[in-house]
Every structure is written in structure tokens, then in C-alpha cells.
């Protein structure tokens, strides 16, 4: 089975730097996505790792650990609109299906 | 540019109704996923299909199931719905590599 952490809620101020954490417990791995979903939204992709690293796009960068099951989500510069929840998800080697975490809801304050 | 279109966004139906949802993509996909999310619980898969007239469950199958008759559209069914199904329902869509295209979600209420 799969268990995937992350935590529920964080706060941060705007122009400041949010790390979410994600950890994870699979029988096989095939990589990491993270999604940014807005209130009432579709989630919408943000990265994908399959290596050990740090992935950087923009303000966005999303690191990856699979020796520690472990991945971390860092948003820098928070504008208010990064205010949504962002999702973990892995999926399986064996099978295209994603599986996800419950989510963290981020709350960017002025 | 990439388009999973739901059916509905909202949708209120009464206990023991037959409740389709309806998810039709323009990419060409060959796998299509039908989840649900309720807050606390994140996304959970219901059905999965890699192909045409294939199906398969995903982790929270009870009450539901699919039709996918066409590559484009998979529908979800709900046999007789249950107040305990009222939920946000999210359509994915994907090629053979994994990165998931999401539809706008059908909020359903069962009353």
C-alpha cells in the first residue's frame, strides 16, 4: 500500500518562503508530482521528480529524497495568489495510477 | 491546449437515484481516472481505464462503476446513490507518461 504525510495547513507572509514537506511509504516508485489546487478549482500541475534532486521552476522548486521516501515543495517571493492547497502525489512503478496525500492549505497573509 | 470537460459542476440528486457523471477529453488519452475528494481525505481513486472497455478499481470502488465505451469519454456511475457519496468528483486524464490532466470537478450533493 501507499501512505503519503503532508502536513494539513501552514501560514506565511507574503514575499516570504514556504516549504511543504511530504513524506511517503510505497512498494514501488515512479515518481513524485505535486499539484497547486485553487478553492473550487481543478488541479493543476506544478513538477514532477524521478530522480534524486532539487528541480527548480521559478518561484517553484521541488525536491526529491527516495532513499527517505521524502520530497519537499518550496514556494518562494508568496505572492497572495500562491494562497491554495498543494497536493503530493506518487505513483506506482507498475501503472499510471496517482495516488495522493490529503493535501496542505496554504495561507499567504499580507 | 489540453481540455478534460465535466458534465456538470453541480449536481443534486435524491437518495436511491442513478447518477451519471460524464468526463470527455480531447487529447487522445488512453487512461482516464475518476476520483473523489472530501476534505480531510485528499483525492481518492474510484476507477481507472487504460483503454477502451477496460476498467479497473482503484481504491475506493464500492457503490460506483464506469463505462468507457469510447476513447474520449468515461463516465462514472453511481448505481443508487447514497448521501454518504456526496463529494467533489475529479475526471483525470493522461497519456502513457503519468502527469494527469484534471477536469473543472462536479460537486454532488445527494439529498
Known amino acids: 500500500g501507499q501512505n503519503i504525510d503532508q502536513p494539513t495547513e501552514m501560514t506565511a507572509t507574503e514575499g516570504a518562503i514556504v516549504q511543504i514537506n511530504c513524506t511517503y511509504q510505497?512498494?514501488?516508485?515512479?515518481?513524485l508530482f505535486w499539484y497547486q489546487q485553487h478553492a473550487g478549482e481543478a488541479p493543476t500541475f506544478l513538477s514532477y521528480?524521478?530522480?534524486?534532486g532539487l528541480e527548480e521552476k521559478g518561484r517553484f522548486s521541488s525536491f526529491l529524497s527516495r532513499s527517505k521516501g521524502y520530497s519537499y515543495l518550496l514556494l518562494k517571493e508568496l505572492q497572495m495568489k500562491d494562497s491554495a492547497s498543494y497536493l503530493c502525489?506518487?505513483?506506482?512503478?507498475?501503472?499510471?495510477?496517482?495516488?495522493f496525500g490529503g493535501g496542505t492549505r496554504v495561507l499567504v497573509k499580507p | 491546449d489540453v481540455k478534460v470537460t465535466q458534465s456538470s459542476r453541480y449536481l443534486v440528486k435524491r437518495t436511491g437515484e442513478k447518477v451519471f457523471l460524464e468526463c470527455v477529453q480531447d487529447?487522445?488519452?488512453?487512461?482516464m481516472f475518476w476520483y473523489r475528494q472530501d476534505p480531510g481525505l485528499g483525492l481518492r481513486l474510484i476507477y481507472f481505464?487504460?483503454?477502451?472497455?477496460?476498467?479497473e478499481k482503484g481504491d475506493i470502488p464500492e457503490g460506483y462503476s464506469v463505462s468507457r465505451e469510447k476513447k474520449e469519454r468515461f463516465s462514472l456511475i453511481l448505481e443508487s446513490a447514497s448521501t454518504n457519496q456526496t463529494s467533489m468528483y475529479l475526471c483525470?486524464?493522461?497519456?502513457?507518461?503519468?502527469?494527469?490532466?484534471f477536469g473543472q470537478g462536479t460537486r454532488l450533493t445527494v439529498v
Open positions: 483525470a486524464s493522461s497519456l502513457r507518461r503519468p502527469q494527469a490532466f
Open positions: 487529447m487522445d488519452h488512453e487512461n
Open positions: 521528480n524521478v530522480l534524486d
Open positions: 510505497t512498494s514501488g516508485f515512479n515518481g
Open positions: 502525489a506518487v505513483i506506482k512503478a507498475a501503472g499510471n495510477k496517482l495516488t
Open positions: 481505464s487504460y483503454d477502451v472497455k477496460m476498467k
